[in-house]
């Protein structure tokens, strides 16, 4: 069977399920449209967490990062795993004790002001919105590549998939068709995997595999990428650090705080049953996620020999640009691969210098789709490549598709625009407030706006710099107040704010930069990427002082903390 | 809530305070410590292959992520038994 009829089988199969899972799931109320019914045993919570957690950009962008940055990529590794300690210890069996809906009305409540749910609700949709148009982008770039229908035919169908499972099952659909999305995809990239490091080494397992010696020689896999990238002029694998050691620990810190800050992701926690199922989850979330997390860094060290030693096989033998093999003919008609013979003796050289190196173009994206292909593996597991990408980004979407929906629907329209409305109302509201939330996303999608590859950055930032310290600050502090809250907040996101936007243009529009004949990263050598975590200072700073010369909190306030730090008497998750 | 006292209610939240800081000594030290600042000492030992300053970075560091998690769960819970604030 040909690649082409098999890829269309598998994908087929993958969402035929996902919509017979969205029949099955159907959600009968608010509690369960919001959290599930709160009843999702934490081990299945965890798997969901995992698919809902890894997007388009870790299933297919992060291990070609990595195999580029070297050491550098260890500041994803870490960050967008460390985040769950942070989160399972400082947040999420707090939040779910709370046992409300949605994380700006835990900000609402806590800080007793509707100014404070508002500014939550608008930092939530600015993070979640610019995360979606990523994902979205990546749903059509799947089926474009796999299953050769164009980029805007590809989008509409992944739009009509999640539209189908969102709207009629919330978030108990969305939960269902993340443990089965999570299989697909965790297979999708492990058997590939597991068949290269096979190749290289022997050794089945990639996370051993990546320390173990070369098949037949008694070289060390890394010694001998380390070689073969300073040979070319390139810096060494294992020691590349990213701009700095501050820059390094910045990012790691910023994208680790920016993990727990984020709405989808602490949303999570609120379905299931109790207090200590949630701390038990996260551990969960983490296992499942640090399969893949700890396959990547292999995938990508492996990635990266396979593509230097395909291409100069031996130390100045370097590959005649006719016998290039099948998938460098496919990517370079993709234009993600660029060849151009400099010097005309019609063979490969591929170097660090610019003035000589001939692979103009090797875009980072085409290292794990490609993977297979350089590895000469069977159709099939290409074919599952492309259904897992496609699950990674689905189940994203869905994930956060549904933290700006009931944003909207529950923490603007019932909490403050209409609070009257009843159960009934509210649940068609919410399925209205998603509807829109999808068509927005695809809207967005179709017409990515220039600034698209900016603001995926800021999504973390964001979350570091104003939701995470106004949650823990609400939990730890009992003396932090409204005023405090609320100025933290404002104060954290727009000193991130400005320093990305003096890097990247105001609004990401360029040459606007307001602070002309700065230097790039003036500020300790930190990139914008990497700010969230001053952006979080900044916020525990400003909410600590403002909090000191205002009135201490109400009573009640204080009661409600007390409340929170102790699992007995849970409250299921509820509305009033 | 339901503490035999005060005084019970404010050993429960120092002892998990207390448990939380030094489990995140530990996540610190694994990967800002191993895998970022005392990288480049950590590499001159070899763990197979790997680098040791490069292993915490790319796998030692989510290993002992998972085991913190599960470990602060486990105590958590045999906290909240002593002080009898465990759920049904």
């Known amino acids: ?576 | 809530m339901a503490f035999k006292s005060e005084e019970d209610a404010k050993a429960y939240w120092k002892e998990n305070v207390s448990l939380m800081v030094k489990l995140m000594v530990v996540w610190f030290v694994v990967s800002f410590g191993c895998g970022i600042l005392l990288v480049d000492v950590l590499n001159n030992i070899q763990l197979g292959g790997y680098k040791l300053g490069f292993w915490f970075a790319q796998q030692g560091a989510i290993y002992t992520f998972v085991a913190l998690i599960f470990y602060y769960s486990r105590k958590m819970g045999a906290l909240d038994r002593k002080y009898g604030v465990h759920e049904e």
């Not at chain 1, 994908?11 to 969205?22: D, E, K, P, Q, S």
């Not at chain 1, 990595?66 to 989160?87: E, H, K, P, Q, R």
């Not at chain 1, 810190?253 to 038990?280: C, E, N, Q, W, Y």
Request: proline content about 4%.
């Open chain 1, 1 to 576: 069977m040909d690649l082409q009829t098999l890829t269309y089988i598998v994908v087929g199969f993958t969402f035929a399920l996902y919509m017979g899972i969205a029949v099955w799931a159907r959600a009968g109320s608010t509690k369960e449209f919001y959290v599930a019914g709160g009843g999702i045993h934490p081990v299945a919570n965890g798997m969901a967490t995992g698919a809902d957690w890894m997007s388009a950009a870790s299933f297919i962008g992060m291990a070609g990062l990595i195999a580029f940055m070297g050491y550098g990529g260890s500041v994803f590794l870490m960050g967008w795993t460390g985040g769950f300690v942070v989160l399972a210890m400082l947040l999420a069996p707090y939040l779910r004790k709370y046992g409300k809906f949605t994380v700006p009305e835990f900000i609402g409540d806590r800080f007793y002001s509707r100014g404070a749910r508002i500014v939550a609700v608008i930092c939530l949709i600015i993070c979640s919105v610019t995360y979606v148009i990523g994902q979205m982008k990546g749903i059509g770039v799947a089926f474009s590549r796999f299953l050769e229908v164009s980029y805007d035919t590809g989008l509409l169908v992944g739009m009509f998939i999640v539209f189908f499972y969102a709207v009629l099952g919330g978030m108990k659909g969305i939960t269902y068709t993340q443990i089965a999305q999570y299989c697909v995809l965790i297979l999708a990239y492990t058997i590939p995997a597991i068949f290269i490091s096979l190749n290289l080494t022997g050794n089945p397992l990639p996370q051993l595999g990546f320390g173990s010696t070369l098949v037949g020689t008694d070289v060390y896999l890394l010694d001998r990428l380390d070689q073969v990238v300073t040979e070319l002029g390139f810096a060494e694998y294992t020691t590349q650090v990213r701009l700095s050691t501050t820059n390094m620990f910045a990012y790691t810190m910023s994208l680790m705080i920016g993990t727990a800050g984020l709405p989808h992701v602490i949303i999570r926690f609120f379905t299931v049953p109790k207090v200590k199922d949630a701390r038990s989850s996260a551990g969960w979330a983490l296992v499942f996620i640090a399969i893949l997390y700890t396959t990547a860094p292999a995938v990508a060290g492996m990635a990266r020999l396979n593509l230097m030693s395909t291409i100069e096989p031996a130390p100045g033998q370097h590959l005649a640009y006719d016998e290039r093999p099948q998938w460098f003919k496919n990517w370079e008609t993709t234009g993600l691969l660029k060849f151009e013979d400099k010097n005309g003796d019609g063979r490969i050289q591929y170097t660090a210098d610019t003035a000589t190196n001939e692979m103009v173009k090797v875009d980072r994206d085409i290292m794990v789709l490609a993977n297979p292909e350089i590895a000469q593996l069977p159709n099939w597991v290409i074919a599952l490549v492309a259904a897992g990408g496609l699950a990674a980004a689905l189940s994203t979407a869905a994930g956060l598709l549904l933290a700006i929906s009931s944003a909207i629907s529950h923490d603007l329209l019932k909490g403050v625009i209409m609070p009257d409305i009843s159960e009934k109302q509210e649940l068609m509201a919410s399925r209205i407030a998603m509807a829109v939330a999808i068509a927005g996303a695809g809207y967005l999608g179709f017409n990515p706006p220039d600034f698209a590859a900016g603001t995926v950055a800021l999504a973390f930032g964001l979350a570091a710099s104003s939701i995470f310290p106004a949650l823990m600050m609400g939990i730890f502090s009992k003396r932090i107040n409204k005023e405090g809250a609320i100025w933290g907040m404002i104060g954290g996101i727009t000193v991130t704010l400005l320093y990305v936007f003096q890097h990247k243009g105001i609004m990401f529009i360029p040459g606007t930069s307001f602070l002309g004949g700065m230097d790039a990263n003036w500020f300790l050598g930190i990139e914008p990427n990497a700010f969230g975590v001053i952006g979080a200072l900044v916020n525990f700073g400003v909410a600590n002082l403002v909090s000191r010369l205002t009135a201490e909190p109400p009573e009640e306030v204080q009661e409600l903390v007390e409340h929170i730090r102790v699992p007995m008497g849970v409250t299921e998750a509820h509305d009033h």
